[in-house]
């Protein structure tokens, strides 16, 4: 690996204002009837209570051809730092070097023109990449194709749905080769072979010796594309060192005691979840899992608005976060409604399917038009060895799941061709 500097960061952060910036909308004399009386008011408040800190003190350097993944809680600042490094906002205090032109994936739809069609939309984020013309146009056909977007390419992109958006936005950044690649999780918005196609155009781009700096909540996609980690907490760098080291302390944490998850405050999307719990099969909250209990989820949540393309599903994740197996109500026959409400289902796991691993659930209410709309990541269990699987239980068994196949012996047919002993056939 070359030991240039491409990323050099100096005790960046960033603080954000709670209240907003101006309130409620004041006409001038009340501006300056504040204004003027502010100061002599004992119970002004202290300003420094309105803001804060997204992100602090964060220093670290990134090297030439070196894969950075950054981990961490939903608001650790991950996204933060991404947008401070592609110069989408600036920090309140510290520095960021970079050498070398930069590439960002933040957003589904970044630096699109929704009036734009997906051919021009290809030239114009080229364009601001610092592409000429003709280097763009030389990379067209390989970014259509990668994209998988050929029918709708002359097609304003406002009517694309979120998972073109990630397809053609994706393509833009890997192939104009930016000699610094941002990658926030956007890539959870396109479906599974797609992910798998950009995984493998990431590690491509890393060989090729340029740098990547990549976000994301998928620890297995974590090992296996990067050298480095960074574990962000509450806005702060809390480690540095190996994906393996760095996600093993993070997954450690995550899954001691996350088997149940509430929300506290009421949310504005047009779907959430209010309760997520492991439950035995009688429905009481499990404190523990051996490998022959009966384990499933007690799942809560509101409909807001009517959404007749709203789904819900399970997915069962190794300690890594790559996803074992899914499950939707659907499978079973079981039509998921639409209609506002309170909603309540129990999901139950087949019987003597855990093996004594860690585990990582994932619950998501999505919509089949417009994506992700809720989805709760944060539960997890540890199974314990039990009785399960008769005399042998199959602790050492490589894999995730202990599966009770079919077996049965045949007797042997008779067989009337030459023994052993006797000479091969010309």
């Given at each position: 690996m070359s030991m240039k500097v491409t990323i050099d960061v100096r005790g960046i952060g960033?603080?954000?204002?709670?209240?907003?910036l101006h309130g409620s909308y004041r006409n001038f004399r009340e501006s300056l009837v504040r204004a003027i009386t502010r100061p002599l008011s004992k119970t002004a408040r202290d300003p420094s209570g309105d803001y804060f800190w997204a992100l602090r003190n964060a220093t670290f350097e990134v090297r030439e051809g070196e894969v950075l993944g950054l981990i961490g809680r939903n608001g650790a600042g991950k996204s933060t730092l991404l947008k401070i490094l592609s110069r989408i906002t600036?920090?309140?205090?510290?520095?960021a070097r970079l050498h070398g032109r930069t590439g960002s994936l933040l957003e589904v739809g970044t630096g699109f023109h929704p009036e734009l069609t997906g051919r021009?939309?290809?030239?114009?984020?080229?364009?601001?990449?610092?592409?000429r013309r003709a280097e763009i146009a030389a990379k067209l056909e390989e970014i259509v194709a990668?994209?998988?977007?050929?029918?709708?390419?002359?097609?304003?992109?406002?009517h694309y749905s979120s998972g073109m958006y990630v397809r053609l936005a994706f393509a833009v950044a890997a192939h104009l080769e930016p000699e610094i690649?941002?990658?926030?999780?956007?890539?959870?918005?396109?479906?599974?072979?797609?992910q798998k196609k950009c995984l493998g155009k990431m590690g491509e781009?890393?060989?090729g010796g340029r740098t990547v700096v990549f976000v994301s909540h998928n620890m297995g996609a974590i090992q296996r594309l990067c050298h480095r980690c960074l574990l962000l907490e509450e806005g702060r760098i809390v480690a540095d060192g190996t994906p393996e080291e760095v996600t093993a302390g993070y997954l450690g944490a995550f899954t001691e005691s996350k088997m149940s998850w509430s929300r506290r405050e009421t949310s504005e999307a047009d779907a959430f979840f209010t309760r997520i719990a492991v439950v035995d099969e009688n429905g009481l909250n499990l404190s523990h899992v051996l490998t022959s209990t009966s384990v499933g989820l007690d799942i809560q949540y509101r409909i807001r608005r009517l959404n007749r393309r709203l789904c819900l599903s399970v997915g069962l994740l190794d300690q890594y976060g790559d996803q074992i197996f899914g499950s939707e109500p659907d499978d079973v026959g079981?039509?998921?409604?639409?209609?506002?409400?309170?909603?309540?289902?129990?999901?139950?796991?087949?019987?003597?399917?855990?093996?004594?691993?860690?585990?990582?659930?994932?619950?998501?209410l999505w919509s089949l038009s417009d994506g992700s709309?809720?989805?709760v990541e944060g539960l997890g269990f540890t199974a314990e060895p039990g009785d399960s699987f008769g005399v042998r239980n199959p602790a050492g068994r490589p894999g995730h799941i202990a599966v009770r196949c079919g077996w049965e012996r045949h007797p042997v047919a008779s067989f009337s061709g030459p023994s052993d002993d006797s000479e091969p056939a010309p």
């Amino acid at each position: 690996m070359s030991m240039k500097v491409t990323i050099d960061v100096r005790g960046i952060g960033k603080r954000y204002r709670l209240r907003g910036l101006h309130g409620s909308y004041r006409n001038f004399r009340e501006s300056l009837v504040r204004a003027i009386t502010r100061p002599l008011s004992k119970t002004a408040r202290d300003p420094s209570g309105d803001y804060f800190w997204a992100l602090r003190n964060a220093t670290f350097e990134v090297r030439e051809g070196e894969v950075l993944g950054l981990i961490g809680r939903n608001g650790a600042g991950k996204s933060t730092l991404l947008k401070i490094l592609s110069r989408i906002t600036t920090p309140t205090e510290g520095s960021a070097r970079l050498h070398g032109r930069t590439g960002s994936l933040l957003e589904v739809g970044t630096g699109f023109h929704p009036e734009l069609t997906g051919r021009e939309n290809i030239f114009l984020s080229g364009t601001v990449l610092g592409m000429r013309r003709a280097e763009i146009a030389a990379k067209l056909e390989e970014i259509v194709a990668f994209s998988e977007l050929e029918k709708f390419l002359d097609t304003p992109v406002k009517h694309y749905s979120s998972g073109m958006y990630v397809r053609l936005a994706f393509a833009v950044a890997a192939h104009l080769e930016p000699e610094i690649l941002f990658i926030d999780e956007v890539l959870a918005v396109g479906d599974v072979n797609f992910q798998k196609k950009c995984l493998g155009k990431m590690g491509e781009v890393a060989r090729g010796g340029r740098t990547v700096v990549f976000v994301s909540h998928n620890m297995g996609a974590i090992q296996r594309l990067c050298h480095r980690c960074l574990l962000l907490e509450e806005g702060r760098i809390v480690a540095d060192g190996t994906p393996e080291e760095v996600t093993a302390g993070y997954l450690g944490a995550f899954t001691e005691s996350k088997m149940s998850w509430s929300r506290r405050e009421t949310s504005e999307a047009d779907a959430f979840f209010t309760r997520i719990a492991v439950v035995d099969e009688n429905g009481l909250n499990l404190s523990h899992v051996l490998t022959s209990t009966s384990v499933g989820l007690d799942i809560q949540y509101r409909i807001r608005r009517l959404n007749r393309r709203l789904c819900l599903s399970v997915g069962l994740l190794d300690q890594y976060g790559d996803q074992i197996f899914g499950s939707e109500p659907d499978d079973v026959g079981q039509a998921l409604p639409k209609e506002p409400g309170d909603y309540r289902w129990r999901f139950s796991f087949p019987p003597e399917l855990l093996m004594p691993r860690t585990y990582r659930l994932a619950v998501v209410l999505w919509s089949l038009s417009d994506g992700s709309i809720d989805r709760v990541e944060g539960l997890g269990f540890t199974a314990e060895p039990g009785d399960s699987f008769g005399v042998r239980n199959p602790a050492g068994r490589p894999g995730h799941i202990a599966v009770r196949c079919g077996w049965e012996r045949h007797p042997v047919a008779s067989f009337s061709g030459p023994s052993d002993d006797s000479e091969p056939a010309p």
